[in-house]
């Protein structure tokens, strides 16, 4: 059993960079894939970006491609999540989760969740 406790979000204006870091406390960690989803107000939660257990595929939301970033270090216990360029579009909360075996995928079924952390970016 793992869980997971998201840092990092904040208030940030246009173009500029926040690091979300998702804490995974657990003797298990690596052997479990982590994603970050988001959702903002009225709208449906949207996969950010993930990283398969073993660190070597990483997958994209269309809205992440090019600006966001994610990181897996096992010798922490923690996936980051780095984001530049940000547009007011990116605000919402953002969460982690995590998928045991899994290949980081959108696709998979995430079944352990964090609680989020709000990112808001201003105009």
């Known amino acids: 059993q793992v869980q997971l406790v998201e840092s990092g979000g904040g208030l940030v204006q246009t173009g500029g960079s926040l690091r979300l870091s998702c804490a995974v406390s657990?003797?298990?960690?690596?052997?479990?894939?982590v994603a970050w989803f988001r959702q903002a107000p009225g709208k449906e939660r949207e996969f950010v970006a993930g990283v398969s257990y073993g660190g070597g595929r990483t997958y994209y939301g269309n809205s992440a491609k090019g600006r966001f970033t994610i990181f897996r270090d096992n010798t922490k216990n923690s996936v980051d999540l780095q984001m530049d360029s940000l547009k007011p579009e990116d605000t919402a909360v953002y969460y982690c989760a995590a998928d045991r075996l899994g290949g980081g995928s959108p696709l998979r079924k995430y079944d352990r969740w964090g609680q989020g952390t709000q990112v808001t970016v201003s105009a």
């Open positions: 657990g003797r298990t960690f690596s052997m479990y894939a």
